[in-house]
Every structure is written in C-alpha cells, then in structure tokens.
C-alpha cells in the first residue's frame, strides 16, 4: 500500500497522504492480511525449523517424515507449535513497520522535493529508505520472537528442551544469557532484512510510476 505521496502527480496516478489515510482500516485490514497468510504458511515454518536442526542420526530426513513425525507425535497442533507466540508479536511487528514505512516515505520525499528529481528516481530514494528504515525498526521486535518461536518450534525433538509456553522460553533464555539472549541473529536478520527491504520498496515505488506514466500514454493515445 502506498500511502505517503501527494493527490494526482504528473503521471496521472492517485495516491494518499499518510495524514489523510483511514489508519483504522489500514491496520485492521492489513493485520487480518497479514494473519491469514501467518496461519496458511506458519506449518511450512515449522517443518522448515526441525529439518534445519535434525541431526544426521535422525529418520525425519525429508519433508515428508518431517510432516508424518509431528503429526504422529502431536497431530494437526503439532504443525502450529509457538504459534500464538509468533501472531502476539507478529501484529504489533507488522503495524511498527508500516507505521514507520509510511511515515518515513512523507518525510522523505519531503526532503528531495528541493532537489528536483524525476518522480521515479524521487520514489526510488524514498521508497528505500523508508523500507530499510521500517525493517530495522521492526527487527526490534521481530527477532526476540522470532527465538521464542523457534525454540517452541523445536522443543522435546532431538534432545532440545521442552517449554510451557512463550513465556516460559523468555524466563530461561533471560536467565541463561540475559536480554541478549532474545536478541541473538539480530546483527545478521538486520543485514539481511533491512537491504532487501530498501531494494524491494525502491523498485516498488519506481515502478508505480513508470507503469502510471505507461498507462496514461495509452490513455492519451
């Protein structure tokens, strides 16, 4: 959703200022988006999780034993292990980085306006820094959950330890290492995030434009 540029630009298209969007659809509709996909996709997760951490000795050794293993041992729940964990702090996640995407986006083209770009090249730059800025902003909350969730993922198989739920893990990963225990992998999910992120929304926001300037060509035609 792009929300942050002016009324009807030069090409045509129509946007929405970030301050006049109806922010409660905004976030309702796009935190039921975003769980619908969380609850067809998460078993995917979970699979995901106990292949990368099978051991050689182990008979789960493709997606398939993987998948009769869990369902055998726990059934249908087994495939959703650490899922109410992953959607409490998915949502808030979710709204901080459109929040911040958004806002940022104003801001930016703000800022270029002075210097005159092409609309594209102008939407490429503030497109991306607000898609690096919100993935980091996100990573704040999204990685400790991201531990949490995979912990419960992966609890009692092979040897690991077992939980009695999300707050559970936080209480003996804190205890075990400190805060800095929910944040392991953060270095690493902000360098892999943040960078795709810019990549992703500059080419978004570019190619609105470029598509928007097509069709008013054929418009005109």
Do not use: H
Not at 12 to 34: M, R, S
Not at 195 to 220: K, M, N
């Amino acid at each position: 959703m792009d929300a942050a540029q002016s009324n009807k630009g030069s090409f045509g298209q129509t946007e929405i200022n970030w301050d006049k969007l109806d922010k409660t659809k905004f976030y309702v509709v796009g935190a039921g988006l975003f769980t619908g996909v969380t609850v067809a996709l998460y078993p995917i997760s979970v699979v995901k999780t106990r292949m990368q951490v099978a051991s050689s000795a182990s008979v789960e050794r493709n997606t398939f034993s993987v998948i009769k293993g869990i369902l055998r041992a726990d059934g249908v729940p087994g495939l959703y292990r650490g899922f109410g964990t992953v959607i409490t702090g998915a949502v808030p996640t979710r709204i901080l980085f459109m929040t911040t995407l958004e806002t940022t986006k104003a801001a930016a083209f703000r800022m270029l306006q002075p210097f005159k770009l092409s609309e594209p090249t102008q939407a490429a730059i503030a497109n991306g820094i607000a898609g690096m800025t919100a993935s980091l902003s996100s990573q704040t909350i999204f990685v400790p959950i991201d531990v949490v969730s995979q912990k419960l993922m992966v609890q009692g198989y092979s040897g690991y330890t077992k939980y009695s739920g999300g707050m559970d893990v936080v209480r003996k990963v804190v205890k075990a290492d400190g805060i800095r225990g929910l944040y392991r992998g953060f270095g690493l999910s902000v360098m892999t995030y943040s960078p795709s992120s810019a990549v992703w929304w500059a080419s978004y926001g570019t190619s609105q434009r470029l598509i928007w300037r097509w069709v008013c060509l054929f418009e005109d035609m």
